[in-house]
């Protein structure tokens, strides 16, 4: 993993969101890009209501790296396990039953074999479930002595906006140019790093934009386990990419829009 970890210290950070910051998302995500809704549509769907509280947290001393894990990352990972690489089928795809893209879209991500896309090593590696991101995480710490696992919410939050609560890793005024979003003209995923403006107060990189990154908090969805989701897409809207904003999906799930980072004990 490319640029090793980042110490966050224990103390007190402000997490979640309020009216005034939920009002600010869906102002900033409307008519934003030809394809996203008006204000009136977006309240309607009540993506950002049931964000927690804002409020003063404390969280202990923890190390989060510095970047996602990328597709290079993972190729060594598959190389010397056999695990099964990323991908899944069209059928599978559609049957998940959110953020469903046509698979054409989907087909530049699929590796071939134990190969990842031509081009991509350094993008973060996608189509991968929940339980693929944990093996990944335990065959690293045999590589090293070191136990690895995914970050909670909250210390992907602390590390995304720092400890005054602001909405963006830089700051709390919507930009368009700081990350890879619907607006930015990528299209899908980027190179780690490409966003300075997406790098958090403590210098974490891609901390709104590109990929959304699967966290160790569990919850549930329609009734089955799930995990919650921290960041934002690369197709994604403005309010979608503030630190406060979370959502849950299946443990099974393998989507275009999915990533993980790593934690160090």
């Known amino acids: 993993m490319e640029s090793g970890f980042i110490l966050i210290e224990a103390g007190e950070f402000i997490a979640g969101s309020d009216r005034k910051e939920q009002d600010y998302a869906y102002q900033i995500s409307a008519d934003t890009v030809p394809t996203a809704p008006d204000e009136q549509e977006l309240r309607q769907s009540r993506w950002f209501d049931n964000e927690p509280e804002r409020e003063m947290r404390s969280q202990p001393t923890f190390c989060i790296s510095r970047n996602l894990v990328t597709n290079a990352d993972y190729q060594s990972f598959i190389q010397a396990t056999d695990h099964q690489p990323p991908g899944i089928s069209e059928a599978d795809y559609q049957n998940q039953g959110f953020l469903v893209h046509p698979y054409s879209t989907v087909a530049p991500y699929l590796w071939q074999g134990n190969q990842h896309p031509a081009g991509d090593a350094k993008h973060p590696v996608v189509l ?11 065959w690293k710490g045999k590589q090293d002595g ?120």
Not at 128 to 138: C, V
Not at 157 to 183: H, M, S
Not at 186 to 194: F, N, V, Y
Request: proline content about 5%; aromatic content about 14%.
């Open 128 to 138: 991968l479930s929940y339980a693929d991101a944990q093996a990944y995480a335990q």
């Open 146 to 265: 070191t136990t690895y696992r995914l970050p909670t919410a909250l210390e992907w939050e602390k590390a995304a906006r720092g400890t005054k609560g602001q909405y963006f890793p830089w700051g709390d005024q919507w930009q368009d140019d700081a990350t890879n979003w619907a607006g930015s003209g990528q299209d899908r995923t980027s190179e780690i790093g490409a966003y300075p403006l997406s790098r958090s107060p403590y210098g974490v990189e891609d901390m709104a934009g590109n990929v959304f990154e699967y966290t160790s908090t569990r919850t549930e969805r329609k009734g089955k386990p799930a995990t919650v989701m921290k960041g934002c897409g690369w197709d994604d809207l403005p309010g979608f990419c503030r630190a406060a904003y979370r959502h849950a999906r299946p443990l099974g799930s393998r989507h275009i829009l999915f990533g993980f980072r790593l934690v160090k004990e």
